[in-house]
């Protein structure tokens, strides 16, 4: 994809169970920027070059998602639960010669990013996460209002093969119809990007992938939280949220996260859900600040 061609050098790493596609640039300490649901690490085609003169910048596919491998989802969807796919970017980072860096992530990234500071604190010096709340306040704090505004969390994680089918016959249409609608008048998308996200979501493979995330979510994902209840985030944890989003609207952001993390600061953008694309300045102006080296 040549949004980011000039500037960044592809790779393909062997992290042992999956094979993780990524992009690199920059130089500095080591930033790894994780992308959410259903896009791939091009969300930050426009934040990522205004990082580089400062971090060496990593942008990655999750495994399921983009061009990373897309392991066949068994019982239970272990090979898409949040440990997995956390342990799959420490052993990227890793390889690329970085034992500890920072951690930016949106929506499923930023859940990635959560699980990774839990599991491997030695590996994250800081975190960043993009309009989400923790998984287990979320499925603790469902009403009408949420199973509306989340439809698609308890849709996609349904089973025998619906959510799969469904998809499979318009997957333009859910990409374009996901995103169109959660879009509050900062930048447009990039119609490149965009169909982009098309082409890897339109894989019968990342369809199936990608409701293993989240029936991973539901399932063993919880398992995971509920055992590290009494556990928060070490690392100093930035949370940023748009304002005009369905997060922004439903919870107050701040306050939850103070029960996860133990050096937690945030503040709303003036975006909808997509704050990388809609307000890419705002979003590397509060990374830069956040990640400084001191």
Avoid at 216 to 243: K, M, Q, T
Wanted: hydrophobic content about 40%; some cysteine.
């Amino acid at each position: 994809m040549s949004l980011l061609a000039d500037s960044f050098t592809y790779q393909d790493i062997d992290t042992g169970d999956a094979r993780i596609h990524c992009a690199v640039g920059g130089e500095g300490p080591p930033l790894l920027l994780l992308h959410g649901y259903p896009q791939t690490h091009l969300i930050w085609h426009r934040v990522a070059p205004l990082l580089t003169a400062g971090h060496t910048v990593v942008l990655a596919d999750l495994r399921g998602y983009g061009d990373s491998d897309k392991p066949a989802p068994t019982e239970g969807d272990p090979e898409y639960t949040k440990r997995a796919m956390a342990a799959d970017q420490v052993s990227l980072m890793r390889q690329l010669g970085f034992d500890r860096f920072g951690v930016v992530g949106h929506d499923r990234g930023g859940r990635v990013g959560h699980r990774m500071a839990l599991d491997a604190p030695d590996a994250v010096e800081r975190l960043a996460v993009l309009d989400i709340v923790p998984t287990r306040y979320a499925f603790e704090h469902v009403d009408a209002a949420v199973g509306l505004g989340y439809f698609h969390w308890f849709f996609l994680a349904a089973g025998h093969g619906i959510p799969e089918r469904l998809l499979g016959a318009e997957p333009e249409f859910w990409i374009r119809s996901r995103m169109n609608s959660r879009h509050s008048g900062g930048t447009a998308f990039d119609p490149a990007a965009v169909d982009e996200y098309v082409r890897c979501f339109s894989d019968p493979a990342s369809i199936a992938a990608s409701c293993a995330d989240y029936r991973a979510a539901a399932g063993a994902d919880l398992v995971h939280d509920n055992a590290d209840v009494d556990r928060r985030i070490e690392c100093p944890l930035l949370v940023l949220w748009g304002e005009h989003s369905f997060v922004g609207a439903t919870y107050d952001v701040p306050d939850v996260w103070q029960g996860y993390g133990v050096d937690v600061t945030g503040r709303a953008l003036p975006s909808d859900h997509y704050l990388p694309e809609e307000q890419p300045e705002l979003v590397a102006a509060a990374v830069r600040e956040f990640f400084k080296p001191t």
